[in-house]
Each structure stands twice: as structure tokens, then as C-alpha cells.
């Protein structure tokens, strides 16, 4: 084992194929984390709210959580063998079709496992065989699951945006991405500027604009990379936003009132200021 560790801490090429075939293998996960925390989600606030309507209703539901039951196809709701999870290549393997009724398996959940892969890989070249590479894995891997979450449910969860956050403020502890002062005031920032934003935008509209897991998402990349990058990563987000929302009520006839998430462009600005941050600083502060 050693020396297998040393050979790949000697051979970039070797350390960035193996951390990229992670990459994939956590991408598969991560299909299964996207499809199944919502539904752990509603199932837990229809649990508390039959608890609250009957105090004395000590009924269970079934076991649901991120490993049980098995994967099912959604058409035949037959299980799913281990060998058509493997990633990419069961897909391709099974024409992109369930292997007992046919129906068309989405092409979600390659994406997410190539998408997981190409950004371990691209973290992996840039930050080379250190802890940061860890860190930023984790980073970018969490805004992945936020983004297809959002876009699917417009809803952020706590449970990947709250622990975001604090291991951001625990890595810069000894000044990982920034140092533990900016780290924390980005914290704080990064909640308040969208905070306030949301109570300017419903007090004068009276129409809420975001939700408060945005406010969340902002502070968790601000505990990550500090205050100074959040001014870069709101306009990188409000730009892309803005474009694609254009895009869609000219081409898919989308109205103006229609809601779009937001989280997914805060994490292109958050996967931004983690491989550009230092250039995207000098531009802004040149500016």
C-alpha cells in the first residue's frame, strides 16, 4: 500500500485517473442522494405533522432512507441488479433502457456520474495530492447534488447546506482557502446579502424572490472562500441567471412569473471562485 500511494503521489496522470474514477463511483451515489432525500424530506414533515394532528398516532411508515429499500426501475418497479449500477457503463451497456420492461433509464443520472467526474478531476489537477483536493472535492460534489435538487424541487436541504457550512469554517481553521476571520464574515455576509435582498423584494412587491435556502448556500460558500470573493460569485450567479431566464421566455415560452432556482447558479459562481478565485479577485478589485 505504501508504495502504491507513492506511486501515485509520484504520477499526476495515475492520481488524476484514480481520483476521477472516484469521482464517477460518487456520482452514482449522488443520483441516488438527489432522487431519494426530497422524498426522505416530505415523508419526515408528513410524519411530524400526522404527529402533531395525533398525538397518540404511533403508527411507522416503511424504512426509506439513502440505502433502503433497493433501487427499483420507476416504470416495472423491479429491482435493480448491482451490475446495471455501475456507472456510465451499465447505461451504455443497456441502451439506456431498464433491462426487464424497456423503458427509457433518464440521461440524469449518467450525467450527474460523468459531471462528478470531471470535476474531481478537474480539482484533482489543480490542487494535486493534498488535502485541499479532498476539501474541494467535497465542495463541489455537495453544489452538484444542491443544483440537481433545486432544479428538480426548488428546495436546498439543510442537510447538505448546514454541514457545507461549518466544514468550510473548520477547514480555514488553519487557513485553508482563506483565513478563519474572512471565512466567518463571508459566513455572516453571505446569509445577510440575500437575506436582505429577499425582505427588500417582498416588501416592495410583496412577492417572495428566493428562498431561505439560498440565503444558506451563499453563507456556506463565504464560510469556504471568504467575503472578499462573495461581490464576484452574487454577480457571476445574477449573470447567469439572468441569461438563461431570458433564454428560457424567449425559446421554452416560459412566463415571467415563472419561478427559477436560483441555487444552481450560485454554485456555478461557488465552483468559480474555488478553480478562479485569486484571478476573479484581481479583476473585481481592478474594477
Not at 411530524?48 to 398525538?55: I, R, Y
Not at 403508527?59 to 429491482?79: G, V
Not at 438563461?244 to 415560452?253: K, S, T, V
Request: charged share 10%; glycine share 10%; net charge neutral.
Amino acid at each position: 500500500m505504501p508504495e502504491l500511494i507513492t506511486l501515485v503521489q509520484e504520477n499526476s496522470t495515475i492520481y488524476i485517473i484514480v481520483a476521477s474514477l472516484l469521482g464517477l463511483v460518487v456520482g452514482s451515489f449522488l443520483n441516488v442522494v438527489i432522487h431519494r432525500l426530497p422524498i426522505m424530506m416530505e415523508m419526515d414533515w408528513r410524519e411530524q405533522c400526522a404527529t402533531l394532528n395525533s398525538p397518540d398516532n404511533t403508527a411507522k411508515t416503511e424504512k426509506y432512507n439513502l440505502i433502503s429499500p433497493r433501487s427499483t426501475c420507476p416504470h416495472c418497479q423491479k429491482a435493480i441488479a448491482a451490475w446495471h449500477n455501475i456507472p456510465v457503463i451499465s447505461f451504455l451497456l443497456l441502451g439506456g433502457r431498464c433491462n426487464q420492461c424497456k423503458a427509457s433509464i433518464s440521461w440524469r443520472y449518467p450525467a450527474v456520474e460523468i459531471i462528478s467526474a470531471l470535476l474531481v478531476g478537474i480539482t484533482t489537477y489543480k490542487f494535486g495530492f493534498s488535502l485541499n483536493t479532498l476539501a474541494a472535492s467535497i465542495f463541489v460534489l455537495a453544489l452538484l447534488t444542491l443544483t440537481f435538487i433545486d432544479m428538480d424541487t426548488q428546495l436546498l436541504p439543510d442537510n447538505i447546506t448546514l454541514p457545507l457550512l461549518w466544514l468550510g469554517l473548520l477547514f480555514n481553521l488553519n487557513g485553508g482557502f482563506t483565513d478563519i476571520q474572512s471565512s466567518i464574515v463571508g459566513a455572516a455576509a453571505g446569509y445577510l446579502i440575500l437575506w436582505s435582498i429577499y425582505w427588500l423584494f417582498k416588501l416592495t412587491t410583496g412577492k417572495e424572490g428566493m428562498g431561505h435556502g439560498d440565503f444558506k448556500m451563499l453563507a456556506a460558500i463565504g464560510a469556504w472562500f471568504g467575503w472578499t470573493m462573495l461581490p464576484a460569485v452574487i454577480l457571476l450567479s445574477s449573470i447567469a441567471g439572468s441569461i438563461i431566464g431570458i433564454g428560457l421566455i424567449l425559446f421554452a415560452q416560459k412566463g415571467r412569473n415563472t419561478a427559477i432556482p436560483f441555487g444552481p447558479y450560485l454554485a456555478l459562481g461557488g465552483i468559480a471562485a474555488l478553480f478562479w478565485g485569486t484571478q476573479l479577485s484581481h479583476v473585481y478589485l481592478a474594477g
